[in-house]
């Protein structure tokens, strides 16, 4: 409903909207790189678990957004992403939902172009369904290659690992 409310406000304002929409940034062209189709290998428990990704910018160019197709615990197993930069913040942000949560889990973090290193801290649903905190760090040692790495909660080991790598 505010949705709707937003959309009627902005179209009745008409002409007198002299604010510039926003363009995407050189922040955004780092997540333009990840464009395309991925092979992903999750790795957790002593087990093993292999998808695809789909990335693509949409919306504008504002946001890459992320399509995982796997196989998790015996079922199939699905999620979505959105991830963009907030200029305000100065952060990259990001959304993830999946098959097994009707909850998000909503992270911000930064980049580190030395170490070609995302790191992204934030809360989502723990495995009981309540809200944990999550932390990961992705890196991204060349065009065709992320390693992310995840906590979920107080956690000193990671709770899981995936290694992505680009189709060609």
Known sequence: MRMVALIVAVVLAGPGWTQEMPKPGPEHKLLKKLEGTWDSTMKFGGKESKGKVTYKMDL????????LESELFGSKFSGKSLESYHPAKGKYVSV?????STAPVIMEGTYDKEKKTMKMAGEGPGMDGKPTRYRSVTRMPDADTLEMTMWIGDGKEPAFTVTYKRRK
């Open 96 to 100: 993830w939902v999946d098959s097994m």
């Open 60 to 67: 504008g160019g504002m946001w890459l957004t992320g399509s």
